[in-house]
């Protein structure tokens, strides 16, 4: 039984299919560029294999333990760990089981389509995943899981990755990127600039985490002149491993633009783990300009994801951290927020800021019109839980018209579920393929445009905006 | 003259048609769960005819007579009775001959759907209604609504209902469900414990409700714990009756968790009709909290339906009183408004709260994340202004990909119009089908999965989200 | 080579775009009815030869210079006049060159449609504008705009408009309207009332309009009541110019109902351009409620266009000035802003009060329940950034079903690009038309009916709306 139909994403109009098919023939072997994402650069530098199933594959992806959770299935039950040292599941067969037996809740799903292409096209499987097929399908991975063509370089180069970036803390000392470059493996794997530990205040550690980084830069993080020095060395350090890109996580894309002076007084205050919660939005807000403006001295992309409201949950994340599923985006504002820092740097040319949003309703509204006039605007491709076929459709509809192809970015898997990386650009390409068709049956491109165009989305554009 | 289309609301597609339409043979038989809605008790108890068709179905409907309204037809001109004792229309026959004249409004409306399923279907009706027609329908429905078959309980079982529950105020008497019960009846008549008029400090007659809740409860409703004691034996005195689930209309949806003495102190600053505008918000919040604590206790199921501005227009308000069509939808925020409630109850075992809103833009960025992940929390179907085909096809299309399916509750007629009843539920049936027939074309979903869904939609998820 | 396929924007199903087509054929020469817009009087007044293709097509455009802006072209390379004196390119042809070459960038936008449309049916070219039919396609129209066939009077009749308003400030003359009028020429051209410059305290010169208002009436604008007397006069002036409504660009949506000596008071504090941020919003909103108010008194149809944050680049509004595409949409409440003066005049007889939005999110939350009740209320087409395909599907897709068509108002170009006015009454026919057919397709509306309704969107409902 194939788990997969080959036309799968395209418009159900005969004429319409046809086209979308056409165009995806055309691009769909093209190399897979990521980016943005969260992959771990260990695992290419030593190139072990992978666990077992479980523990590859379910323990550490959200989308699947937070759908189980839903339905009272327990974090412990599915092996993820805990912050209070209490027990949880470790035998990888029995939380795979669990799994199995709870797949039917994905369905309609993109975590549906990215494990049955995963493990249709990855691992071989032709059954349905179920209670029934847990075991077999369970074995059958983990066999595979064993082999050399399993390892992450083997993967790497099948999945046709022409260059990935990971995201590492500005604290990281970069060793895993120093050893995969230094191995003589040809696999371009970069790092990305995410400064959240030491631009939020808000952020555990946050004190300590600025001495420390005071101490790997040689700058007096004690001022704030000192602190924007150890920024810029770092950025350095950054680049010096590959990085081309700056990203940051934001409760708000709120942004500032105050005197020198306003901004040292500012950052006595919260350096030391005191202000008020204004006072640390505000940090925030002033740290995004400030990096902004390095980025005009440095050429380093910066990308903002804002808008989501992180450990919804206090019990959970009491009991198990950061990261466990209960982060839910929230009504997010970009025009009165982004004006401080496009008022600095909104026209310098060469600069490149690239908008991720959880609240769609600001694409049409906020994102298009602000990126279809600022040339340093672009919008990143639909984070998280748009990053869906509704939720790509959707994108495209309602920005194409005010904002154009050419304003937006290519797509961004953004994910640590390294074997899902195939699938998650195979839906973006289908689906951009498929409103590309939507758009040549209605007489709204020409047909040989349309071709240009499912080009630039999948390979150019994202070379072109992170600078790869 | 055919009223309907039997492919209505089916996808264009040839061959999406065709799933659809197979999937509907399998489902559109099977037995109505009306789990909320506004049906009159009475009428099952006296099971008494209806009066003439305008009173049954035009006076009586919001979407009917809100529509009219806006083109300039008067409240009054349509029988609907003022709440200042001016006159009002009472000519059943002249009141349908302005709804009829006036038919053309609603073309493109999910009443247009609703009624002419009704006069197709229920009164056996060939004709489009418009001012030509209007006696002649007139008479035939007037003729019908005098024979045995169409009273209340012939109704009822015509309509092939399982169960249907209305909604009381926690102050009702519920002597119509008593009759019910005692009159050896097979229908399934439930009750539903709406507390607003005891919860709510802006609800007119509050105070004098508290000294009403403590007289039928024997408890001290001068006290916090009094009154919380008050409705744990009023819940119970409506389980009693059927009842498994309790129905909240808030203007937000704001919880709080106060401090028992903080509670109590706030409860004491409303109680008598004072307290800033601040404190009544704070209490509706709080006791939507205290509810959820009692559901966890006792097991009825918790719903809140949030959002509506009521009573817009302070000289309609004035001259005809409440739920006159001037209530009008707001934004709504869920994320940081539940979090409270969902702190204290939000990972109980067995507890069910079910999420309503008029703001659709929450559905894909707050509702599906919030339910996608915690254990109590299910997804109403779209309320009100949204319960149509595209408010229903959106409802899917923004809540499936992070939510599931296994997340949403099926389907609310939530209606006082009892013979659209069956029209509103094959509304709701052919747009799942529809949506569930797309997915299987476009290869997200497999075809015996797509069986197996529709009716969960239809009849499983109903019965087990409200326990029935 | 066709630039325009003859089906555009029909549905891609065979059958409903047979049916749309049969639809589109009913409707598509009917006249064009232009209610609100921005062309100037002067051209029909002098008939004058338009300039060069770039100064007519490209220099006014801000939709067409915003997309070059957005991908580095600066707006002094595209002949934009400087608000600061600096120089600009004058050279039309150089201009065309730079446009052409970024043809592309509108893939996919309603810009693309509107000008294939010009280039196809208006100046007969059959090649696709880029860098190498730049020269080819500026000669071939430029020959065209020197003869008498493409003068302003003469493309009026050529375009088949039966009437066209344009917008003037309170404070014009209206002479090239009376010069139109006394000229002979049956054209009908009407004005405006758009009292922005002596309403909104925060417009430049505010003090100064009001003076020059008080001067122009005959009134003491000193006064509060001096001031709306100068409105009266001023409105009946527009009237005797043909004006039928008014037109009021507002920040926000807010209304206010103050007594007479609070907004006497008011206007006092903001008259000499004092008065805090708060004041000045609080006269906008009082002034929209007076201005609801003459409109009962003397008939104008009443229009308000609200959300628009102007002028976001500080920058360009130095260097360039106004209108230079950096205004920028922002979330827009209605139902608690507009509350003040539909209290005051919702329910009044003959008012009309026509809404538009640059927040799609509240059609179908708020506009749609607000005019499908309030008689007074009407809901403007899809505005500026949503003027386009999706934009009028969704609004379509999102207000029908509660408002049904009669409560909107067919189409508006709000254009000052005059040659372009064709191709987007053409996008809206055959959008509305595609609607139709889907709802004709779905079972919702039977075709004789859709026939109806395609009349009444593309010429009725608009003529009847503005009283034309």
């Not at 333990?65 to 029995?94: C, H, I, K, Y």
């Not at 946050?206 to 924007?228: A, H, Q, R």
């Not at 740290?287 to 903002?304: F, H, N, P, Y």
């Not at 990126?371 to 491709?381: E, N, T």
Request: with cysteine; charged share 25%; proline share 5%.
């Amino acid at each position: 039984m194939a788990l997969l139909d080959d036309d799968r994403l395209f418009p159900a109009d005969g004429a319409t299919r046809r086209i979308a098919r056409s165009l995806y023939d055309g691009i769909k072997d093209l190399p897979i560029i990521s980016p943005h994402g969260h992959t771990e650069p260990r695992w290419f530098a030593e190139n072990e294999p992978f666990p077992d199933p479980a523990h590859l594959i379910v323990v550490p992806d959200h989308y699947i333990f937070r759908m189980l959770v839903s339905q009272g299935v327990g974090l412990a039950e599915l092996g993820v760990s805990s912050a209070d040292g209490s027990p949880v599941e470790t035998d990888g067969r029995r939380i795979w089981r669990r799994f199995a037996e709870n797949y039917y809740l994905f369905r309609g799903t993109p975590t549906r389509l990215w494990l049955d292409h995963t493990f249709q096209n990855l691992f071989d499987l032709d059954v349905r995943l179920s209670a029934e097929t847990a075991d077999e399908t369970y074995d059958a991975i983990a066999e595979k899981l064993k082999t050399e063509a399993f390892r992450p370089r083997a993967l790497f180069e099948r999945f046709n990755v022409e260059a990935i970036a990971t995201t590492e803390s500005a604290l990281d000392d970069l060793a895993y990127h120093r050893q995969i470059r230094d191995s003589g493996w040809q696999g371009r794997v970069l790092t990305t600039y995410r400064p959240d530990a030491v631009v939020d205040p808000d952020f555990a550690g946050f004190s300590d985490n600025l001495k420390t980084l005071g101490e790997i830069t040689g700058c007096d993080t004690g001022t704030f002149v000192g602190y924007i020095e150890a920024h810029r060395r770092r950025r350095a350090f950054f680049r010096d491993h590959g990085a081309t890109a700056t990203d940051h996580g934001h409760p708000t894309a709120r942004t500032a633009n105050l005197s020198a002076a306003d901004a040292s007084a500012l950052y006595d205050r919260v350096k030391d783990g005191a202000g008020s919660a204004e006072d640390r939005e505000l940090f925030r807000a002033q740290m995004l300009t400030e990096m902004a403006k390095l980025s005009v001295e440095d050429g380093m992309v910066m990308q903002i994801h804002a808008g989501s409201f992180r450990n919804h949950s206090d019990a959970i994340f009491e009991s198990f951290g950061r990261d466990k599923g209960f982060d839910i985006p929230q009504p997010t504002n970009y025009v009165a927020a982004l004006k401080p820092l496009l008022d600095v740097c909104g026209l310098e040319k060469d600069f490149t800021l690239i908008l991720f949003t959880l609240d769609e309703t600001v694409f049409s509204r906020e994102l298009a019109p602000l990126a279809g006039v600022y040339p340093c605007l672009r919008l990143g491709p639909p984070w998280w839980f748009f990053d869906s076929a509704e939720g790509m459709m959707r994108f495209r509809e309602a920005v194409t018209e005010t904002a154009g192809f050419y304003n937006t970015v290519g797509f961004n898997d953004d994910t640590r579920a390294f074997c899902s990386i195939p699938a998650r650009h195979d839906v973006a390409r289908r689906v951009d393929c498929a409103y590309l068709a939507g758009l040549v049956t209605t007489g709204r491109l020409a047909e040989d445009e349309a071709f240009e165009v499912a080009h630039d989305l999948t390979y150019r554009l994202a070379k072109e905006a992170y600078r790869l």
